[in-house]
């Protein structure tokens, strides 16, 4: 359940005085430039997930990455993230995250990091990092994320704390509930409006597929784009089910 828990807040703003500062303004005006022409081309990327859900874990850690790595790649793709997932809201407005209230203050605190640093770069490698701690089940240790990469807390506490955080999860949630069709499960990554469904991992190829501009990618030129034509909606284990939430 999703609340200003004084704990929470006692948490964030003890982080705002002990985390320094390590980000340049240099590192942080690193940006791999396109023209607007170019980026008009770009194919849209989303990723609908939940901080606690080990697959949603898994797949920013280990496939996204090929994103951000990837400056030729990344040039032609406009990736979101859209911490959700498979919370409910009951009938008194209160949130019920499929992993526990641990699962809803990350996905605040993440859709803090969305916001307050808008390139994707500095806040997925955040995000990531707080993935990464909770496939080593060390999620409660997510704070320590803001010195790994070298990021100042106050703007995300300030978000936190003021509950501007809780109202872009309602941003979030609105957003996940007018997906067309519906997401079944996380993650659900969707293509230029086109869910991958089972393919998710696959996401490359769709990409690269979806791409019409000029600028191909070696990632897109260096093998076959390999699409799995029979997208299915059939039962898959690397998966958070909607279903599961609402029991």
């Known amino acids: 359940m999703a609340s200003h828990k004084l704990a929470s807040a006692y948490l964030l703003l003890y982080l705002l005085f002990i985390c320094p500062s390590h980000a340049s303004s240099d590192d942080e005006a690193a940006k791999f430039n396109v023209s607007s022409s170019y980026a008009s081309e770009k194919v849209s990327l989303s990723l609908y997930y939940e901080a606690l859900c080990p697959y949603c874990a898994n797949f920013i850690v280990n496939g996204l990455m090929k994103v951000i790595n990837d400056n030729e790649f990344r040039s032609i793709v406009n990736m979101r993230l859209i911490p959700w997932g498979n919370t409910v809201i009951g009938n008194n407005k209160t949130w019920f995250c499929q992993h526990g209230p641990d699962e809803c203050l990350l996905n605040t605190v993440e859709a803090c990091a969305i916001n307050v640093w808008s390139d994707l770069e500095m806040h997925f490698r955040f995000i990531r990092c707080i993935e990464h701690l909770h496939l080593e089940n060390k999620h409660s240790e997510w704070q320590s994320c803001f010195g790994t990469e070298g990021l100042n807390p106050k703007l995300l506490v300030d ?38 469904l089972d393919d998710y991992q696959n996401f490359v190829a769709h990409v690269c597929r979806a791409y019409k501009g000029p600028h191909v990618p070696k990632a897109c030129r260096s093998a076959p784009v390999k699409i799995n034509s029979s997208l299915k909606k059939n039962s898959i284990d690397q998966v958070c089910y909607v279903s599961e939430a609402k029991k």
């Open 159 to 196: 978000c936190f704390n003021t509950g501007f955080g809780f109202s872009l999860e309602k941003r979030y949630a609105g957003e996940t509930a007018r997906l067309n069709p519906p997401h079944e499960y996380v993650p659900w990554v969707v293509v230029n409006n086109q869910p991958l």
